[in-house]
């Protein structure tokens, strides 16, 4: 944000502010209504019309395609896992995603395991394996004599060299260096070796059990060594990020990838605004028909805490995924469950001959207890669904959790407010405006 | 009054217990057979494995697509195509390699058709285990600390008698899970938390309501404070239950095959809680209250029921 867009937006919260309180204190509350109202509707407008609410969420990988991959180190007899191995390995991963150029990577430890999980949108598993691979490099002579290995390599790089070839220049690390020079040396001095392409002449590489390459030692290598004689930059290219791939300083083993095309991601957000948009019109058609003018305030509450919702969720830049989407359908139903436990004691009140003040004041206030405890409980499962959970069920205990509390601001604390208003501007009548009326001939009045 | 309303105010959930503690008796019966012979369907989250969703570029049948995977020794496996768009196929067999899951994918297209949209999923066995005991610590740990708040929040009865409900609901649901044979991902797990939330939440409503009733009408006795309880939330508890159902089922109608699943078990799941509310958890909080005071009373004074 700019400094002008926030003086703006400053200057429009003090003066939204200084309007409210002008209103307030004034008790014009007709007003006051139809500005909340302004209000509400522009930020339907705003996040709907104008822009969608969806360019400032975060979409999880089930939602946008993309790769996500469980990493898990074991010990091997040369290297034992360690937490300085885990970090190292952390960092060489980021590095190769960050070359790779994909959008907002998310990459991290598991805690108390040494485990590495890697999110990365719009990138297929073919290309998220060839980042992490497992791989063990190892440069070897054609005798098997291993010269050198992943540990030894800091750094394998693409370029085109002066006469404009494509090649891979290796950067050794300092014990790396000495060996590789040693070792190229000797093959360089070989008998009947300079100029010839025989086996003996070459230094071969391999990636697990794989030869990657074998190329031919054309000088000893006394400072970095560079690899030559490729048909394109792509191809030097993708020997660099194998041979990077050889650098991760664990064995690591892929326990889990999952694979969301962005066909299928798309496709879910298409059909999980169409289920959002169904089930909130289906909820508030239920309120509607149930409570009347009741449910038309539980509607336009159910509408804030959408708002609500959302905005919380851009807030602390959740990541939205498709069970977080089913449990925001889910607490749309939920949602209304406070402003239903209130209406029905509204209702119970007036039976007892309270005006409609009366019997609102009492039912927000008797209403209250059932809608804290029940809460409560649905919040502790939630919290056991994040400590325990992971990725997806994550985001939908956050979502849950987000829900539960929204509502019950918007439940209690919205409602009430705009209740009131009505009840001031003397625009409620108990009655059949209020679904009370049917049932309670004559006896709501007093 | 006449009307609805007094139809409604006669009903005698408590009186009844007897036919309501039978009936769910009998669906926690069906429910443990289902889950004891028949077991859950795990898919590869729990299991360990691979699932291909593969979209090829012309419809194809489940041979054509089985005859290529035989040649890699996964005869065995799952082929289901879509039955709505023939040129999507979902493909679950073992853990495999990613070496193995290219040559297949390779020989697929190679032998069948170009694909033109895949997604996969590999699980080993070892994260497998990992969400299996991972959501049984949640089920128990969730519980125990909905018991907790209750106890502490009402008594212990009320906690006791809400757990009952909620394994109930629990049990229930993952049997007709097994029942109608739903896949069983990871998502379930969350599906099994939310229907507990669910539970739970609807039986505090009716539980608060006796425990306020209790105060204000100390002549009645247990078995009518409680029926009062659940006759005056009543409303509460229908309109609650089925702005929920009307919101699950936009899900599982509208939220496409990923969440359809998920969206079933809530289903499922959330009617069970809004029933078992009613009439399992007050009546059995009825026959502990009752049977306790029958004992305080002494051996002296037979039992009247």
């Known amino acids: ?446 | 009054m006449t009307g609805p309303r007094s139809f409604v105010s006669r009903l005698d959930f408590i009186g009844t217990r007897r036919y309501w503690f039978l009936l769910s008796a009998i669906l926690v019966g069906i429910s443990l057979l289902a889950l004891g012979g028949r077991g859950l369907n795990l898919g590869i989250d729990f299991t360990g494995g691979t699932s291909f969703a593969f979209t090829f570029d012309r419809p194809v049948t489940t041979g054509e697509v089985r005859a290529v995977l035989e040649g890699f020794d996964l005869g065995t496996s799952s082929v289901r195509v879509n039955l709505g768009d023939p040129r999507e196929v979902f493909v679950k067999t073992r853990f495999l390699a990613p070496g193995e899951e290219d040559a297949v994918r390779r020989a697929l297209e190679e032998r069948v058709s170009p694909i033109t949209d895949a997604s996969t999923e590999r699980v080993s066995a070892l994260i497998g285990r990992e969400l299996v005991l991972n959501a049984l610590w949640a089920v128990a740990l969730a519980s125990v600390g909905i018991v907790a708040y209750l106890s502490y929040r009402f008594d212990f009865r009320f906690g006791v008698a809400a757990i009952v409900a909620l394994i109930h609901d629990a049990l229930v649901s993952m049997g007709l899970v097994s029942l109608i044979g739903i896949e069983v991902s990871a998502p379930f797990v969350a599906a099994i938390l939310t229907i507990i939330g669910y539970s739970v939440n609807d039986t505090v409503i009716i539980f608060d309501r006796i425990r306020e009733n209790l105060k204000h009408r100390r002549k009645e006795s247990f078995a009518e404070v409680a029926n009062r309880s659940v006759i005056e939330t009543l409303p509460r508890s229908i309109n609650t239950a089925v702005t929920t159902l009307l919101a699950v089922g936009a899900i599982y109608a509208f939220g496409g095959r990923t969440t359809q699943d998920f969206a079933l078990t809530l289903l499922i799941g959330i009617t069970l809680g809004a029933y078992s509310s009613i009439f399992v958890a007050g009546p059995l909080w009825v026959a502990w209250r009752e049977r306790a005071e029958r004992a305080r009373r002494g051996p002296l004074q037979p039992a009247a029921r």
């Open chain 1, 1 to 446: 944000m700019t400094e002008r867009e926030f003086l703006q937006l400053a200057l429009t919260v003090v003066l939204l502010g200084g309007l409210a309180i002008f209103l307030h204190v004034t008790r014009r509350h007709v007003l006051m209504l139809v500005f909340i109202l302004a209000v509400v509707a522009g930020s339907v407008y705003y996040f709907t019309v104008a822009h969608s609410v969806l360019e400032y969420i975060r979409l999880g990988l089930d939602l946008r395609g993309g790769t996500r991959m469980v990493l898990q180190a074991y010990d091997t007899p040369e290297v034992a896992v360690t937490e300085e191995g885990l970090r190292a390995a952390l960092g060489v991963i980021r590095e190769r995603v960050d070359r790779l150029g994909v959008s907002e990577p998310n990459i991290y430890r598991v805690t108390d395991q040494p485990r590495i999980v890697v999110e990365l949108a719009g990138v297929t598993e073919r290309e998220a394996l060839d980042i992490v691979s497992i791989a063990n490099l190892e440069f070897r002579r054609h005798d098997g004599r291993v010269v050198v290995t992943g540990k030894d390599l800091r750094n394998a790089q693409a370029a085109l060299s002066q006469a404009n070839e494509p090649m891979v220049l290796l950067e050794f690390t300092p014990e790396g260096k000495r060996k590789f020079s040693e070792a190229t040396t000797e093959v360089f001095n070989t008998p009947g070796c300079p100029g010839s392409a025989a086996p003996e002449c070459r230094i071969d590489i391999y990636l697990d059990q794989d030869l990657v390459q074998s190329p031919v030692v054309q000088s000893p290598a006394i400072e970095d060594a560079q690899i030559t004689g490729y048909a394109n930059l792509q191809e030097a290219q993708r020997v660099a990020t194998i041979l990077n791939i050889g650098a991760l300083p664990l064995h690591m083993q892929v326990e889990e990838v999952r694979e969301i095309s962005a066909t299928l991601g798309q496709e879910s957000v298409a059909r999980s605004r169409v289920a959002v948009i169904i089930g909130l019109t289906a909820v508030v058609a239920y309120m509607l028909a149930y409570y009347r003018l009741l449910g038309l305030v539980a509607s336009f509450a159910l509408v804030v805490y959408m708002l609500l919702f959302l905005a919380t969720l851009a807030g602390i830049n959740a990541v939205l995924t498709l069970p977080g989407v089913a449990g925001i359908v889910l607490s749309l139903g939920m949602a209304v469950d406070a402003n239903v436990i209130i209406f029905e004691r509204i209702r119970e009140e007036l039976r007892t001959g309270k005006t409609f003040r009366a019997a609102m004041e009492s039912g927000f206030i008797r209403g209250f207890t059932a809608i804290l405890d029940g809460n409560v409980t649905t919040l502790i499962a939630a919290a056991v669904l994040f400590k325990f959970g992971t990725g997806p069920i994550r985001g939908f205990a956050v979502t849950l959790s987000i829900g539960v509390l929204a509502s019950m601001v918007t439940a209690i604390l919205f409602t009430r407010y705009l209740l009131r208003l009505l009840v001031r501007a003397r625009l409620v009548r108990p009655g059949p405006l209020l679904g009370t009326g049917a049932a309670v001939p004559g006896r709501a009045r007093s």
